[in-house]
């Protein structure tokens, strides 16, 4: 039970009327990686903010570490320093080098000395390849190398949970082997991750359980093998076989 | 089967060089067929100068070379005050003011995008201010400010010399519109770098200070000099209350010789400070074009 990092507790989201996630409930533990799956407009982006409080919940309950962030003495920078997250856009800073991206959290929101993180964030660009585009500019990079340095970014924090969204959705198809070969090695790593993603296959190699979400509704949730092999409801499996 | 698509397309080999007749518009000739053009349209203008029934009156009126040296210089014994020295007035009130400006402008687009409950009020007086000094003529403020602080008579806020309130007027006005301005650049920053900057841990003041400003920035300062080059020739307006700058000085010197030239003395000495400034914007503004234009190759 202490293991628990995340626990989402019959979470329900509204835009207006619409209501985006419809109850959904689900446990993420240390060192576990967990897929969503689902269609574009299933919820799945939603969650992922509700988690780290970019969006507020408007029923059911929300905890990361046992504690609710639904109390309102939680400070939301706070919970945001311990969880990292990944656009789909990668959201790099224009007007800073790609070392000044990935220092930004560590100096100014955890008020670390810049000297001190350099060589740490040196080294997390050194293991992405990158460590001599350090001073460049992100519109020089590629795609897939600005999404790679968005990781980085987030990692320099050292967070305890990593929230990926949809991170290659916007990439060339020729680009996004090189940031799933870096989640895989998270993922080995025994970083917790809670992905949504259309990739099917990167799921199935890396997931420990992979949630469905159709229309705000978590359908099922399972290990790769029970969803992609034994899928219980029909609409999971009729998601599956569109994508396949 | 669709229907209606089968254009057939033509055999002949089309014709493809710039007809005889506009041909003078072609390369060489293209900036000898500018030149000749400008000299024209110009010389057209002038020439109106000349042409014109009142033209020998307009020009000993409003350029005669030795008024509007007078003009220019002063001449203590006739009690005309130099354009030179109302000069000074009008640059050291536009430097102050424009610094004034920054940072009051700032301060109040910083108000209104505040999401604090306590700021609640000092929004709803942000949002009138800007409402009620870009919707006040800025003479009508200068005239209140210029006339109204001292009928007040509230220590040194009511002695203070008429290019002070001028410096006041012109504040209040151009905050408003600066203000705007930079809200402007602010909300032009997508989004996704706020959501960004929020997840890493930043608060609302550090996103704003290390990812928003830097950004918005680069927006706002060509409508921003656009504002500054106004308010440079909006020192004009100070005069009505009485504070010898360059155009009550050219005013002075027209109403003791009868000669305009000082007018255009004080006209000439505006662009000379404005236009620097002008093209200065413009070549910021072409150079963020061609930076759009490079990211998203």
């Not at chain 2, 000993?60 to 009690?79: I, L, T």
């Not at chain 2, 354009?83 to 009008?90: E, Q, R, Y």
């Not at chain 2, 203070?160 to 504040?171: H, K, M, W």
Request: charged share 20%; with cysteine.
């Amino acid at each position: 039970m202490s293991d628990v990092v995340l626990e989402l507790n019959s979470v329900v989201k509204r835009f207006g009327d619409h209501e985006v996630l419809s109850g959904v409930s689900l446990q993420l533990h240390r060192h576990e990686v967990v897929c969503l799956i689902g269609a574009s407009g299933s919820g799945k982006s939603t969650l992922l903010r509700c988690a780290n409080m970019l969006e507020t919940v408007d029923g059911g309950s929300v905890s990361l570490f046992g504690q609710s962030l639904m109390d309102p003495r939680i400070d939301p920078d706070l919970v945001r320093r311990h969880i990292g997250m990944v656009f789909q856009s990668f959201n790099l800073f224009p007007h800073l080098s790609v070392l000044d991206n990935v220092l930004l959290g560590p100096v100014r929101a955890l008020k670390r000395k810049k000297n001190d993180v350099r060589d740490e964030a040196l080294a997390l660009l050194d293991r992405i390849g990158l460590k001599e585009r350090a001073e460049d500019f992100p519109d020089h990079l590629s795609g897939g190398q600005q999404q790679r340095v968005a990781i980085v970014r987030s990692l320099a924090m050292r967070p305890s949970l990593l929230l990926l969204d949809e991170v290659t959705s916007a990439l060339d198809p020729t680009l996004v082997g090189e940031v799933l070969d870096l989640l895989s090695d998270l993922a080995h790593q025994g970083t917790t991750m809670l992905i949504a993603t259309h990739e099917m296959n990167f799921a199935r190699d890396v997931a420990h359980q992979i949630a469905y979400l159709d229309q705000g509704v978590l359908v099922e949730m399972g290990t790769p093998d029970q969803i992609f092999n034994a899928a219980q409801h029909a609409s999971t499996r009729n998601f599956l076989e569109r994508v396949r | 089967m669709t229907q209606g698509f089968d254009v057939e397309s033509s055999s002949e080999i089309p014709n493809l060089f710039v007809s005889r007749r506009s041909r003078i518009f072609v390369g060489r000739r293209g900036v000898v067929a500018s030149v000749v053009s400008t000299l024209l349209i110009v010389g057209l203008i002038v020439s109106v100068v000349f042409v014109a029934p009142g033209g020998a009156t307009f020009r000993s009126v409003f350029f005669d070379p030795h008024e509007m040296w007078v003009a220019w210089a002063g001449d203590p014994n006739k009690g005309i005050l130099a354009i030179k020295d109302g000069l000074l007035t009008n640059i050291w009130m536009f430097l102050v003011s424009e610094l004034l400006v920054l940072f009051f402008g700032l301060a109040l687009a910083w108000t209104r995008m505040s999401n604090s409950p306590v700021l609640l009020p000092f929004r709803i007086l942000a949002t009138a201010y800007t409402d009620i000094f870009r919707g006040i003529p800025l003479i009508l403020v200068m005239l209140i400010v210029g006339f109204g602080l001292p009928a007040l008579e509230f220590g040194f806020l009511s002695t203070q010399s008429p290019a002070i309130y001028g410096v006041i007027a012109l504040t209040l006005t151009y905050s408003a519109y600066v203000a705007e301005v930079i809200r402007a650049g602010i909300l032009s920053v997508p989004n996704g770098q706020l959501l960004a900057a929020r997840s890493l841990g930043l608060t609302h003041a550090s996103t704003m200070r290390r990812v928003t400003l830097p950004q918005a920035i680069r927006t706002v300062i060509p409508p921003l000099l656009n504002d500054f080059i106004s308010l440079q020739k909006d020192t004009a307006i100070v005069s009505v209350l009485g504070a010898v700058e360059a155009t009550r000085a050219a005013q002075i010197a027209v109403s003791v010789d009868f000669n305009e030239s000082g007018l255009t003395v004080a006209a000439i000495f505006f662009l000379v400070l404005t236009i620097p400034m002008t093209r200065f914007t413009d070549h910021l503004l072409d150079k963020d074009r061609v930076r759009r234009l490079v990211s998203s190759r």
